[in-house]
């Protein structure tokens, strides 16, 4: 098992992967149409893409959108169905959260909804705190803000 950053051969895991989740808790969005017809804008304007690849296939990925100033957005955390419960996810954070690190940033946030409870769960284990609740101007799937400092 090993985590992979800015695969191209991955781009189209990315987006099945995120879409296949968004589809199951909720209904996709314009921004994920846009994000879909090119996943590749996330390198392009300095962030990241990971992918865990697992027996040669990916099973999960998400990724740190370059905001600027040293800040990222940690989006699009998907695992595969079949594959969570299995750590999957906490390895993608450690890869994320090494990154930043790595690479000086400030701080990180991210978007998500009260409702998908292992996946907050999550982010509090990784020290990200709860900044704001409510409606979201972009994707009315989130509901909650949560952010922490890197260095």
Not at 89 to 96: I, T, V, Y
Request: aromatic share 10%; charged share 25%; hydrophobic share 40%.
């Amino acid at each position: 098992m090993e985590v992979l950053e800015n695969k191209k051969e991955h781009l189209d895991d990315f987006i099945r992967l995120n879409e296949e989740w968004i589809s199951i808790y909720f209904e996709l969005e314009d921004a994920d149409r846009a994000l879909a017809e090119n996943p590749y804008q996330i390198i392009e304007k300095g962030g990241y893409i990971f992918s865990l690849v697992s027996e040669g296939k990916v099973v999960g990925v998400c990724a740190l959108f370059n905001e600027g100033n040293g800040v990222f957005e940690l989006a699009r955390m998907a695992v595969s169905p079949q594959s969570q419960g299995g750590g999957f996810g906490n390895q993608l954070m450690q890869a994320c959260l090494s990154k930043l690190v790595t690479i000086g940033a400030q701080k990180v946030y991210l978007l998500s909804n009260t409702k998908l409870e292992a996946a907050i769960a999550l982010y509090k284990k990784h020290g990200f705190k709860t900044v704001s609740l409510g409606p979201h101007p972009v994707y009315s799937r989130a509901n909650i803000v949560m952010e922490r400092r890197v260095s």
